[in-house]
């Protein structure tokens, strides 16, 4: 079982930054890929960035491409989300997760997720 925190949200100006931590439960952590998702009002959740166990591979949706930045410290048990450049449509609950690259549904390991509101 992987128990999963995210904090790091909340309220910023469009063009400004914030950064999403997820801790992890340190058992298996380190054999995991990890990866954020968002969920905005009345959307799908979608995945926004995912990195390796090792952090040597990492993938990015398009519109987050040149502005978020995905990252993990597996000594430390975390996964960062660096985001920069903020729009007002990245406005949306930030979530974490184990293996990411699984149909969402068979996604067993989600965090309870951090809001990130962007205002124009």
């Known amino acids: 079982q992987v128990q999963l925190v995210e904090s790091g949200g909340g309220l910023v100006q469009a063009g400004g930054s914030l950064r999403l931590s997820c801790a992890a439960s340190k058992r298996t952590f380190s054999s995991y890929a990890m990866g954020w998702f968002r969920q905005a009002p009345g959307k799908e959740r979608e995945r926004v960035a995912a990195?390796?166990?090792?952090?040597?591979?990492?993938y990015y949706a398009d519109s987050v491409k040149g502005r978020f930045t995905i990252s993990r410290d597996n000594a430390k048990n975390t996964v960062y989300l660096q985001m920069n450049s903020l729009k007002p449509e990245d406005t949306a609950v930030y979530y974490c997760?184990?293996?990411?690259?699984?149909?969402?549904?068979?996604?067993?390991?989600w965090g309870k997720g951090t809001l990130v509101t962007v205002s124009s």
């Open positions: 990195i390796s166990w090792t952090g040597g591979s990492t």
């Open positions: 997760a184990a293996d990411p690259d699984r149909p969402l549904h068979e996604i067993h390991y």
